[in-house]
């Protein structure tokens, strides 16, 4: 950790450390487990980001496995030529949106490897079974083809059909050769892609997408926890979004299922009370011709408003959630607005990494006259307001995504259904005890991350077994012992 701390670039301890994870994979994991809060930005948002962005350049050894279109036909034997056999998580990208930073191509890597360190770290996933994807189907980012250090292949993205017969030949290889119950997580795909690759798959195999369904439980944890501060259920609240893509729609579908199931309404009535703004405004019946098929449960009738700060006006929401990709999108005027009508506001400010954060923490803290619940994607530091400290909160997908992944491979589960999702939110959410509220927090600090993976993979395993879904019978006694007892620690062995 001296050595680590000697580098005052952030991109310079990113790459100190994938060296560490290459040389000792042991102490890499050790140093990261006992320093979460001060690494994880390290090996994850916002670093990864820029690690991805120069990929080319900082490039030693290929940490993960690459799929290109030149392998069509042959991704079955390319899976073989991994040294691991027994694999039950694979997280795989094709680059086209990361993060908030857009086509990375080939180099979006750093994302699939950084998220499976995490699987192990938080979620105690043993690091061999893990196995990082990227299919490489070209890039359209012209600065990345003229780079010479650019890793992948030199050429516009393949779309249509190419395209989707090269994922149908993927996805059938890891199943012949993985087996039924290998975990697919589907990583930073571009929208379109996204919802038909989930949509396709959710039924025939164990996938997942982060963008979609993590994000959407993390920030649900979030919401049921905050409700202890503001009062009333979530059938109380009225929701705005400002973006309406994966993460925009996903957390949208979760909120109105987790209305639904708890009032008894039906989902097309709950979905109501969630309205989205995308770039040409409110999402209202009078688009739904020209609207994206995921975004059509979401037109609602209202007249058309074109800009954020007038959506706000019309709607009122008490909950304000950005999930563009666009920085400084919340202004003083739309905060200002929140906290005319709001006692306690809730902001929550997604897109990753910092720059591209709808607001910082200090905008939301000064603009609502320090009244508002804040949480964003990417990390803040505390910000004193009228005396006070005020902590944001980080909506962080790794709260979920290693817990929920524990809690399907240790149950043996099948399918993924959105119950499963629900479950991860619930115990994440009762996890944020009385002295955390007192500071403003709807999540709980890092520092307890495995405690908090174990009781989520146990929720999800419980809720798994319930359905039907889990396979590995019989079904152990004490769901969270079982989970702790499942979760690697890094410790040398001793040799005697």
Partial sequence: MHNLRQFTVPLQRY?????????????????????????????????VGEACQKYGSIFRRPQGLYISLKEKGRILEVLKNWPEKNIQVIVVTDGERILGLGDLGCQGMGIPVGKLSLYTALGGVRPSVCLPITIDVGTNNKKLLDDEFYIGLRQNRATGEEYAELLEEFMSAVKQNYGEKILVQFEDFA????????????????????????????????????????????????????????????????????????????IEETRKQVWLVDSKGLVVTS??????????????????????????????????????????????????????????????????????????????????????????????????????????????????FPGFGLGLIMSGTVRVHDDLLLA?????????????????????????????????????????????????????????????????????????
């Fill in 424 to 496: 991860a939110s619930e115990a994440l959410a009762a996890q944020v005890t009385e002295e955390y509220y007192a500071k403003g927090l709807i999540y709980p600090p890092f520092s307890n991350i495995r405690k908090i993976s174990a009781n989520i993979a146990a929720n999800v395993a419980a809720k798994s077994y319930e359905l039907g879904l889990a396979s590995r019978l019989p079904r152990p006694k004490d769901l969270v012992k079982h989970a702790e007892s499942c979760m690697y620690t890094p410790v040398y062995r001793s040799y005697r």
């Fill in 15 to 47: 790459m100190a450390m994938m060296d560490l994870q290459e040389r000792n994979e042991r102490l890499f994991y050790k140093l990261l487990i006992d320093n979460v809060e001060e690494l994880l930005p390290i090996v994850y948002t916002p670093t």
């Fill in 191 to 266: 929208n379109h892609n996204a919802f038909e690759l989930l949509a396709k798959y959710r039924t025939t195999h164990l996938v997942f997408n982060d963008d979609i369904q993590g994000t959407a439980s993390v920030v649900l944890a979030g919401l049921i926890a905050a409700l202890k501060v503001v009062g009333g259920t979530l059938a109380d609240h009225t929701f705005l979004f400002l973006g309406a893509g994966e993460a925009g729609t996903g957390i949208a579908e979760l909120i109105a299922l987790e209305i639904s199931k708890k009032t008894d309404a039906p």
């Fill in 287 to 400: 688009r739904k011709e020209s609207l994206q098929h995921f975004k059509q449960p979401w037109a609602h009738e209202h007249e058309p408003v074109k800009e954020l700060i007038d959506a706000v006006q019309a709607i009122k929401p008490t909950v304000l959630i950005g999930t563009s990709g666009v920085g400084r999108t919340f202004t003083k005027e739309v905060i200002e607005a929140m906290a005319s009508f709001n006692e306690k506001p809730i902001i929550l400010a997604l897109s990753n990494p910092t720059s591209q954060s709808e607001c910082t923490a200090e905008e939301a803290y000064t603009w609502s006259e320090g009244r508002a619940i804040f949480c964003s994607g990417s990390p803040f530091e505390s910000v004193e307001y009228d005396g006070k400290i005020l902590v944001p909160g980080q909506a962080n997908n790794a709260y979920i």
